[in-house]
């Protein structure tokens, strides 16, 4: 009898896992990799990895795609890529030791690993090994907490000093600096808020960047903020999706790929007949989802806006 594809391809990573030639905490190839090195449909990708995840070789790691797990026994140095999906280690505080920047420091740590959701005083305690109560003699509540995360975070995406010429690259850097913010905190984007915004002096910085460059640009008052908020409600659309999908893949165990492949039957029903065809065709070619891709395409098409905008102004 011949061995099914997913077993035997299952069979190789085991044994690359095993002579270490994969080590503990580095990426195995993902499903959609794997359809690509070994010529099979996403669905026996899919398959590949549910079986080595049950049998403890590998586990999906949010924002960071499936790893390997360290052996038992194994006296080898465990991978960042494995630390960044771990818990906050427990690390005792001297007497006197809190202050409002390892609280806030904590506070990020849990939040970038575990969501806003997975945030607690008492969270917060466990990982400085301190007591509850000792906090609020620092922060006021957990909602105060939240505004000086937000505010470190944003202080954080520092801007040069002395920036280029130009308003575009000012822009560019300034919008990518938020990116990549987002990206280091997937919980930022969703804590902003574009209608009802806290006052921060780091998100305050960042506007002042933003429209000190489209002054130069010949923009100011309304027609500037405009600008400026169209390119963050932008960026912040699409980092917002960094949270929900890792919160996703830890409660279903499945990477965006996976679960895309669970939907494959099931859309390719849904699109047979001919009713659309270029969705079809799409789906035939296969598509893989890159955000940042996404970020850096939407970014080149708003500038071009803005500066057919500034053109048409100055004519």
Known sequence: MTEPPSLRIAGELRAQIERGDLAPGERVPSAREITRRWGVAIATATRVLAALRDEGLVRPVPGVGTVVLPRPGSTRRESPLLAAGAQVPRRPAAPGAL???????????????????????????????????????????????????LDATLHAARLPADPPPGWRPRLEIATRSLWAAFRRHPWLAGALSLTRPQVLPGGLAYTEWMLTA??????????????????????????????????????????????????????????????YPRFEGLTAQGYDLDLNRLFERGLRHLLDGVAADIARGAT
């Open 99 to 149: 202050s409002v920047g390892r609280i806030v420091a904590a506070a990020v740590v849990i939040a970038d690993a575990e969501g806003l959701d997975g945030l607690s005083m008492r969270r917060v305690a466990n990982a400085l090994g301190a007591a509850p109560m000792s906090l609020y003699r620092h922060v006021a509540d957990k909602d105060d907490l939240v505004l000086r995360m």
């Open 214 to 275: 489209l002054a130069d640009a010949g923009l100011t008052g309304a027609d500037a903020f405009d600008v400026h908020l169209t390119l963050f409600t932008f960026v912040r659309g699409i980092a917002v999706n960094l949270e929900s999908e890792a919160a996703a893949q830890a409660a279903s165990g499945l990477t965006g790929d996976e679960w895309v492949a669970t939907q494959e039957t099931q859309l390719r029903a849904l699109v047979a007949g001919g009713r």
